[in-house]
């Protein structure tokens, strides 16, 4: 992992203190509510439905045993006992006090960890596929260049006062993508060309929001010591022509489209042509030196094979179940990737306790090199499990309540906070999540149905990736009245895709047999082993909306 | 015109509060001074901005509220929400103790009526 060094730790030192001084002078009104809004966001700190909120930054979803620890002991001692893990790779706790804000930054800075660039018109948090560095499929290991755009866009000058937020992201599978890097306002796959070089593969314009926009491709090959000249570039003409009139129109999505992709793409070619041969090139040890960081812990050598794991698989269904679910391919023989879901039936999506937080980072002790990852997805890895380990870490969450073997299934739902916390919503999302996954509790139908991501935000900013769901719910507010707009068709893969609207929201009540009625058409349709997906993709939306809709359809 | 009490965010933790009738901030909505005329929303109002001003509080307004059979209930879901926790993680605490303290809520309610009328007299 990366580790500070005495820079570092002096930037995030001295932050807290400023931070500190400020708290200090907004309690005594020397700062105003205004003057004080900006300073408080530049440190992740929001004000929610009930309380302050603050988000920290997981930098490319990597976290060690002593920092998950950390993040438990602030819900502890400074919160109510609990954390929120969300698609961007942060934390978020929902009810500290703003007098005890630096005193938690300070604990953060501990562990090298802080609530920088988590909020704010600057670029946020990077974040990656949570499999980097482990997965069979890998073409690159992706948090070497992550972390070398976290350095870069830490504090960068000239970015902190962009039209708006900035949000990249990157992915290093051979043909998938885990990071919904097409979602980004910039999108980075890593690739090798023929000659086995690294390049890059840059996409930018990419969105949720009120206009979900699928990022077009830049640059097919931006050879790997230019990366961080191209993303300037990119940067510089956002930052030059996007729009600051119009909030709904400042993401760099907007500038994209209205510019065309191709004249967009010519203004980034000609300023990087300016800024190509200079201080942003990337020097080659420089790259290994970073890489250094994430060198492979020190695996056994092992069989690929484990007697014991296939024994235990015959032995113990709910096992095996759990196995084929959650338990992914490591590129190491001998090793598996495990997946910790945190969408237990009627749980809230993402949620972890304090408790929990303590017991997954000794798991991660002893069996996975005191390494967690969180995913956009909301959930928990173990990137580095002995497949002769994987009975004892199963026991071990089943006990803990994070083994539902329910991974990419439709109750590993992606809900944002929506009305229980959010002042921005419009609806709740969390207890329909939570009626969703009890309705599909039955873990055998749900594998029936297979492959199929649901995803629910509260309100039109889409935090909750409903625009990239298979299934995804809006809430709306019909005359004080929480109601679900239905899309089908997103999708976050390699093929991304944006869901359309399937017809008139439905009430509360109505939307879990909404989504009943979705699945059952989906059963009736699909041909043997084909996903949810691919179904609606060769069907198109007619035989569910017949089924969603009965009474319109005879009208017409 | 219906009945209003005046909202705001704490500053020292952002927590919803209420302008009750004793001058204070209440966590508890049924604590809060109600308003059913004009006059008596703007006078609210102008008390919220005081808040302020002495930085106790910040974001102050006025939110409709009905009263249910001697208990305030706030007319939007926004609102509930606000004033009873989030309607999830019934054990976490601050949920925990608004879930208990609602059931004494038509109680406090008459009891602060009670008191607002002993001391106008
Ligand atoms: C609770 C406080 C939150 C607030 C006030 C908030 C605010 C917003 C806003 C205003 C947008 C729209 C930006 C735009 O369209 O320009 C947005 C987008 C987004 N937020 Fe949040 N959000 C919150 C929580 C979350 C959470 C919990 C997550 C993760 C579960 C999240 C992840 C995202 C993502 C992925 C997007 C869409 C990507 C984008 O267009 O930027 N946010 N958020
Ligand atoms: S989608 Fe809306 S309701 Fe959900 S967290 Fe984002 S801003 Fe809040």
């Not at chain 1, 440190?43 to 976290?63: D, E, F, K, S, W």
């Not at chain 1, 203004?267 to 290994?288: G, M, T």
């Not at chain 1, 997103?490 to 009430?507: K, L, M, T, Y």
């Not at chain 2, 609602?102 to 607002?116: E, F, K, L, P, V």
């Amino acid at each position: 992992m990366y580790r500070y060094d005495e820079f570092d730790h002096a930037l995030v030192r001295e932050r807290v203190e400023q931070f500190r001084g400020q708290v200090a002078r907004r309690m005594t009104g020397a700062l105003t509510a205004d003057e004080f809004r900006p300073l408080r966001l530049m440190n992740g700190l929001y004000a929610q439905l009930h309380a302050y909120m603050l988000r920290v930054a997981i930098p490319y979803g990597t976290l060690s045993s002593r920092q998950l620890r950390m993040l438990g002991h602030i819900a502890r001692k400074w919160d109510r006992g609990y954390g929120h893990f969300t698609t961007r790779q942060n934390i978020q706790y929902n009810w500290p006090r703003l007098v005890d804000t630096p005193d938690i930054l300070s604990d953060l800075a501990s562990v090298e960890m802080h609530a920088i660039q988590t909020s704010g018109n600057c670029i946020r948090n990077v974040t990656a596929d949570q499999y980097a560095g482990v997965a069979a499929d890998e073409i690159v290991d992706t948090r070497v260049y992550a972390e070398i755009i976290r350095q870069w866009s830490t504090f960068h000058p000239e970015f902190s006062f962009l039209p708006r937020k900035f949000k990249i992201a990157v992915s290093g599978a051979a043909s998938d993508d885990r990071a919904a890097v097409r979602f980004h306002d910039i999108g980075i796959f890593v690739r090798r060309n023929e000659a086995g070089d690294i390049g890059f593969e840059v996409m930018a314009g990419g969105g949720m929001g009120r206009t979900p926009a699928i990022a077009p491709t830049l640059h097919k090959f931006v050879p790997e010591p230019d990366l961080l000249s191209y993303l300037e570039a990119i940067l510089r003409v956002y930052n030059l022509l996007g729009r600051r009139d119009n909030l709904f129109k400042a993401r760099i999505k907007i500038l994209v489209m209205a510019t065309g992709v191709e004249a967009f793409t010519a203004l980034v070619e000609e300023e990087w042509q300016r800024i190509r041969e200079s201080a942003l090139k990337l020097p080659e040890d420089e790259i290994a030196r970073i890489r250094g960081y994430f060198a492979p812990p020190p695996y056994e050598a092992l069989a690929g094979v484990s007697r014991e794991l296939d024994a235990q698989l015959l032995q113990d269904a709910a096992f095996s179940e759990w196995h084929s679910a959650n338990v992914t391919a490591h590129k190491q023989p001998g090793y598996a990737i495990v997946n910790a879901s945190l969408k237990p039936a009627g749980g809230v999506p993402g949620d972890m306790t304090a408790d929990q937080m303590d017991a997954v980072a000794e798991l991660a002790e002893r069996y996975s090199f005191g390494e967690i990852r969180v995913t956009h997805e909301q959930n928990l890895v173990l990137a580095h499990v002995r497949k002769s380990d994987l009975y004892a870490v199963w026991r071990n969450l089943v006990e803990l309540g994070l083994a539902t073997a329910n991974l990419n299934l439709i109750s590993d739902i992606i809900a944002c906070p929506g009305l229980d916390y959010c002042s921005l919503a419009t609806a709740r999302s969390i207890p329909v999540a939570q009626r969703i996954s009890l309705a599909f509790a039955d873990l055998k139908r749900q594998r029936d149905i297979g492959e199929l991501r649901l995803n629910i935000s509260g309100c039109i900013n889409a935090c909750g990736h409903h625009h990239a769901g298979n299934i995804g719910l809006l809430g709306v507010d019909k005359h004080g009245e929480e109601f679900y707009q239905l899309t089908l068709g997103g999708h976050d893969g390699a093929d991304a895709s944006i869901g359309v609207i399937a017809g008139p929201a439905f009430g509360s009540d109505e939307i879990v047999g909404a989504i009943e009625r979705v699945t059952d058409t989906y059963l009736a349709l699909r041909t043997p082993g084909e996903r949810f997906i691919d179904t609606y993709r060769r069907v198109g939306l007619k035989p569910f909306k017949e089924r969603l809709y009965p009474a319109q359809q005879a009208a017409e | 015109m219906g009945l209003q009490v005046l909202t705001a965010c704490r500053l020292i933790d952002s927590r919803v509060v209420y302008l009750a009738h004793d001058g204070n901030w209440s966590e508890w909505i049924e604590e809060g001074e109600t308003a059913s005329s004009e006059a008596e929303s703007e006078a609210l109002k102008a008390r919220g901005k005081a808040g302020e001003a002495a930085n106790v509080v910040f974001e102050t307004y006025l939110v409709d509220v009905v009263d249910d059979s001697g208990t305030l209930k706030p007319v939007s879901l926004r609102e509930f929400i606000r004033a009873n926790g989030p309607t999830i993680h019934p054990n976490f605490g601050l949920q925990a103790e608004r879930r208990k303290k609602g059931d004494n809520q038509a109680i406090t309610r008459r009891n602060a009526a009670t008191a607002r009328k002993v001391a106008s007299e």
